[in-house]
T-cell receptor
Framework: AQKVTQAQTEISVVEKEDVTLDCVYETRDTTYYLFWYKQPPSGELVFLIRRNSFDEQNEISGRYSWNFQKSTSSFNFTITASQVVDSAVYFCALSDLGGSQGNLIFGKGTKLSVKP | DTAVSQTPKYLVTQMGNDKSIKCEQNLGHDTMYWYKQDSKKFLKIMFSYNNKELIINETVPNRFSPKSPDKAHLNLHINSLELGDSAVYFC????????????FGPGTRLTVT
């Protein structure tokens, strides 16, 4: 069965610290896609990144970076030099063509609080 | 121009009532979805529609029914509302139904009293 685990329920850091949000997934498919979404206090869900299972290259976008490791079924998200505006709930999600039928299976989210 | 919009943003109603939430996307996407986010922030797929055809129907009560008048709209009708239906409902769309990134509307906070 498909499953996404975000073991960190809440993380609190001080501004300018680096922080890594963990995501571990389970799927039987060889083709699947992984996503990260951000939900700030205002409530909307903002798409951050999509990664397919055949591309293990790490990605960097500004202060954000993602580390995809198939060997450990992990897709971790790092924020470098965190800022107060990074405070949000972050969701990792999985989509495959098997059990999830293309739909997003979300983890329970990690609430990040960045204090000034 | 808002990509995915929902109305209303807030909906307060009494048990037993029937209500609808509207969703529109102007992205030209083929697939639209409804998700429910509970009080613990857990997000779960309810329905998805591809070109006006229901392609996934999760095990939600049949009091919930999606209706799509055209490719750009997917409305959610809820009959006989119950206290447990209180949640935030998100509409989303994607280019195709096959694992593309989904873009979400702002959400509708439903409170059943």
């Amino acid at each position: 069965a498909q499953k996404v685990t975000q073991a960190q329920t809440e993380i609190s850091v001080v501004e300018k610290e680096d922080v890594t949000l963990d995501c571990v997934y389970e799927t039987r498919d060889t083709t699947y896609y992984l996503f990260w979404y951000k939900q700030p206090p205002s409530g909307e869900l903002v798409f951050l990144i999509r990664r397919n299972s055949f591309d293990e290259q790490n990605e960097i976008s500004g202060r954000y970076s993602w580390n995809f490791q198939k060997s450990t079924s992990s897709f971790n998200f790092t924020i470098t030099a965190s800022q107060v505006v990074d405070s949000a709930v972050y969701f990792c999600a999985l989509s495959d063509l098997g059990g999830s039928q293309g739909n997003l299976i979300f983890g329970k989210g990690t609430k990040l609080s960045v204090k000034p | 121009d808002t990509a995915v919009s929902q109305t209303p943003k807030y909906l307060v109603t009494q048990m037993g009532n029937d209500k609808s939430i509207k969703c529109e996307q102007n992205l030209g996407h083929d697939t639209m979805y409804w998700y429910k986010q509970d009080s613990k922030k857990f997000l779960k797929i309810m329905f998805s529609y591809n070109n006006k055809e229901l392609i996934i129907n999760e095990t939600v009560p049949n009091r919930f029914s999606p209706k799509s008048p055209d490719k750009a709209h997917l409305n959610l009708h809820i009959n006989s509302l119950e206290l447990g239906d209180s949640a935030v409902y998100f509409c989303a769309s994607s280019l195709t139904g096959t694992s593309d990134e989904q873009y979400f509307g702002p959400g509708t906070r439903l409170t059943v009293t």
